[in-house]
């Protein structure tokens, strides 16, 4: 168990649809990655947010948004769902709070979307 | 730009037998970070090892084993007597100096034969 939670585990929804997953990180860390593992493009980083703010963007769609919130949780928003979103999306933290060289990002065990 | 070549995409063993997977990557920081991760049939990413790249020592732990040459820009990944439980996809992974995002490889499925 690393330590990272997300919710839900599944979800299926129909095209056009929108839908948040949930991500609580290991306590003390500051920092979330969203990634997203299809089988045609394999796993890929989608976004990361440090202490509520967004640090560095990567192939994440425009109908996707994330934030972070004060307790250091985060939700990544999916909208306008097309049948090309069904993936498994991992969530993952790093960074502990009181410093220490530890950029190893440990992950949670991953919501597995559905669009039909 | 930052690449992970994994070309094994499937290897199939025998129970006990030992069985290396292959990793190059590319990158043009000085300064990085190279990961694998086991990705078992149940689905989540479990962290084996990080190595970044001023530290070309070699490490063991248990049955696995890690050979870091920075010479070849490899990072390849030795299980030793390999059991039924090793049955996984495995990822080898580089990030950069900020590692603010990890780059993954296609990852090699491994099937460990009863």
């Known amino acids: 168990d690393s330590g990272v939670t997300q919710t839900p585990k599944h979800l299926i929804t129909a095209t056009g649809q929108r839908v948040t997953l949930r991500c609580s990180p290991r306590?003390?860390?500051?920092?979330v990655y969203w990634y997203q593992q299809s089988l045609d493009q394999g796993l890929q980083f989608l976004i990361q947010y440090y202490n509520g703010e967004e640090r560095a963007k990567g192939n994440i769609l425009e109908r996707f948004s994330a934030q972070q919130f004060p307790d250091l949780h985060s939700e990544l928003n999916l909208s306008s769902l097309e049948l090309g979103d069904s993936a498994l999306y991992f969530c993952a933290s790093s960074v502990p709070l009181g410093g220490g060289s530890t950029d190893t990002q440990y992950f949670g065990p991953g919501t597995r979307l559905t669009v039909l | 730009a930052q690449k992970v070549t994994q070309a094994q995409t499937e290897i199939s063993v025998v129970e006990k037998e030992d069985v290396t997977l292959d990793c190059v990557y590319e990158?043009?920081?000085?300064?990085?970070?190279l990961f694998w991760y086991k990705q078992p049939p149940s689905g989540e990413l479990v962290f084996l090892i990080r190595r970044n790249s001023f530290d070309e020592q070699n490490e063991i732990s248990g049955r696995y084993s890690w050979n870091f040459q920075k010479s070849t820009s490899s990072f390849n990944f030795t299980i030793t007597a390999s059991q039924v439980v090793d049955s996984a996809v495995y990822f080898c992974?580089?990030?950069?100096?900020?590692?603010?995002?990890?780059?993954f490889g296609s990852g090699t499925r491994l099937s460990i034969r009863p």
């Open positions: 306590s003390g860390d500051l920092s």
């Open positions: 990158t043009r920081d000085t300064t990085y970070y």
């Open positions: 992974a580089l990030s950069g100096r900020s590692a603010s995002k990890i780059i």
